[in-house]
Nanobody, 126 residues
Framework: QVQLVESGGGLVQAGGSLRLSCAASGRTAGTSAMGWFRQAPGKARQFVAA????????SYADSVKGRFTVARDNAKNTVYLQMNSLKPEDTAVYYC???????????????????WGQGTQVTVSS
């Protein structure tokens, strides 16, 4: 089992920044990827960004490229999502997810993740 706890959400004005954190605990040795997804009211869950844990490869949704950065701290088993130049359309609940196993599955697909955090609300006012 892997436990994920997100933090760092909040209310920010358009153009502002927030940094989300996701701390992983439990059986994290088998982690193959960690990702960030978001879900706005009435909309489907959407991929935001992810990092392949062993290879270090990064992936971003087109809507956040150039504005969001995903990073990790291996020693702390923590992944971060730095969000700059925030827009009202970025408003959503943001979820951290972990993929475990020897084989890396597509990191942009939510169904390939095995564990999810509880989510943290990000609200961007215009």
């Amino acid at each position: 089992q892997v436990q994920l706890v997100e933090s760092g959400g909040g209310l920010v004005q358009a153009g502002g920044s927030l940094r989300l954190s996701c701390a992983a605990s439990g059986r994290t040795a088998g982690t193959s990827a960690m990702g960030w997804f978001r879900q706005a009211p009435g909309k489907a869950r959407q991929f935001v960004a992810a990092i392949a844990w062993r290879r270090g490869g990064l992936s971003y949704a087109d809507s956040v490229k150039g504005r969001f950065t995903v990073a990790r701290d291996n020693a702390k088993n923590t992944v971060y999502l730095q969000m700059n130049s925030l827009k009202p359309e970025d408003t959503a609940v943001y979820y951290c997810a972990a993929q475990v196993g020897a084989v890396l599955r597509t990191i942009t697909t939510g169904a390939n993740y095995d564990y999810w955090g509880q989510g943290t609300q990000v609200t961007v006012s215009s």
